[in-house]
């Protein structure tokens, strides 16, 4: 399996718009792996977690074409990881040969509601829309997407919209999606261990940075993320040669990408930018 991390920066991205801060300039100074985009993951070349504004660059710059991939993980709707008025585009007179006539998302319950609301004032191709599909996932649900099974865990983020972690499979290679998600709550620590999971992959929200651990309950941060591994290793839930990622970056909590690295040095996680391909077997 190969994990393409698309966008490697929170939800302003890294350096941010608008702001002037010492993080965003000097990470416009030092520009390559240090400039972020909004969150978005390619799994393989066929599915795809969260749907940011930054889709359409990501889908330039590393020739992604999402008229052949057909399903979509989305982990929660605030904006940063869906926003999908470029689905307006899809079929009709925009875009020809469609390798599936109809598209899914997977998420919250609340995800068609957002998806409506948004389109609403701009209108969309009833041939188009119909063409959209969502499938509701709830805690501890399981379902078939493509050639992957694909268990939602409650995510530490947002209770208010249900966000959801992942955890994906393609019946050889175990994949733990935490992206947003504060520490993972004992009960689906536990869930993990009681199912007898080991991961090949744990791909780790690092929002918080260099903030003091449970700092803000809702991400995680580099100590929170060192403190995951050690747990998960302790449940017996990954192997020895389990890659861990870590990911979701902001100006706020962090600095460019080379002192992110000396952070983590030792601890063998992989400190995600934009464009890397972490290849799991």
Known sequence: M???????????????????CEHCEEARRVGGKSLRSLHQ??????????????TDAHCMKYGVNLGKIQNFLITH?????????????RGSLFAHNLKYEKTFFYGSDGLERIFDAVIAPYGI???????????K????????VGRYTVTALKAEHAPQLNSLNYVIS?????????????????ENLDYLSSKNYVFDCVVMDATM???????YVYHMGFEENKMLKTELISRGVVKINT??????????????????????????????????EIDVD
């Open 41 to 54: 993951a390619l799994i393989n070349d066929d599915l795809v977690i969260d749907f940011p504004v930054d």
């Open 137 to 144: 996932m709830a805690d501890k649900q399981t379902e078939k």
């Open 209 to 215: 940075g260099y903030a003091p651990v449970g700092e």
């Open 170 to 186: 393609d019946g050889k290679v175990n994949v733990l999606y935490l992206i947003d998600s504060g520490y993972p709550a004992k």
């Open 243 to 276: 890659k861990f990622v870590a990911t979701h970056f902001t100006h706020n909590k962090a600095e460019t990408h080379d002192k992110i690295e000396q952070i983590y040095n030792g601890t063998d996680i992989i400190v995600a930018y934009d464009g890397i």
């Open 77 to 89: 709707p605030h904006s940063d990881h869906f926003a999908p008025i470029s689905l307006v585009c």
């Open 2 to 20: 190969k994990i393409k991390i698309l966008g490697s920066g929170g939800g302003e991205g890294f350096p941010a718009t608008f702001c002037t």
């Open 125 to 135: 191709d009833a041939t188009i829309r119909s063409n959209i599909g969502f499938v």
